[in-house]
């Protein structure tokens, strides 16, 4: 199916979501942190980034604003997964076109979102 980069500061987190993207079909890489994203985004483009946002070194919306802002990445569909439960994250992740969803949803509602997601980027080809 996709390739779908993880990028969560929590090894749990990582595991997790992982282990639920797996069972979907899904090719799983696990970025550590912001900076191991950028990283790894360089070498090879994803179908889909989940990404948390409270890292050290680069937050993840600091990684959004790289992505966007890169001719090669801008396209790549995004799938913020925050334990943040501010209003303002998930307007401002309406406003940055990327998806936000609370750590705290389902694991069905989090694969049901991404499947919906790489479906639609299916149908633009």
Same mark, same amino acid.
Do not use: W
């Given at each position: 199916?996709?390739?779908?980069? =993880?990028?969560?500061?929590?090894?749990?987190?990582q595991r997790m979501v992982g282990e639920f993207?797996?069972?979907?079909?899904?090719?799983?890489?696990?970025?550590?942190?912001?900076?191991?994203?950028? *990283?790894?985004?360089?070498?090879?483009?994803?179908? +889909?980034? *989940?990404?948390? *946002?409270?890292?050290?070194? =680069?937050?993840?919306?600091?990684?959004?604003?790289? =992505?966007?802002?890169?001719?090669?990445?801008?396209?790549?569909? =995004?799938?913020?997964?925050?334990?943040?439960?501010?209003?303002?994250?998930?307007?401002?992740?309406? +406003?940055?076109?990327?998806?936000y969803m609370h750590k705290s949803c389902s694991p069905k509602d989090l694969t049901d979102k991404?499947?919906?997601?790489?479906?639609?980027?299916?149908?633009?080809?």
């Amino acid at each position: 199916m996709a390739r779908i980069l =993880i990028c969560d500061d929590d090894p749990t987190v990582q595991r997790m979501v992982g282990e639920f993207l797996k069972r979907d079909g899904h090719d799983i890489t696990v970025a550590k942190d912001g900076l191991d994203a950028l *990283v790894i985004l360089k070498k090879d483009k994803p179908d +889909l980034l *989940v990404l948390d *946002v409270m890292m050290p070194e =680069i937050n993840g919306y600091d990684v959004c604003h790289s =992505i966007k802002f890169d001719a090669r990445l801008k396209d790549l569909p =995004i799938v913020i997964l925050t334990s943040r439960d501010q209003e303002l994250d998930s307007r401002l992740g309406a +406003l940055m076109g990327i998806e936000y969803m609370h750590k705290s949803c389902s694991p069905k509602d989090l694969t049901d979102k991404i499947n919906k997601i790489l479906a639609a980027k299916q149908l633009k080809k």
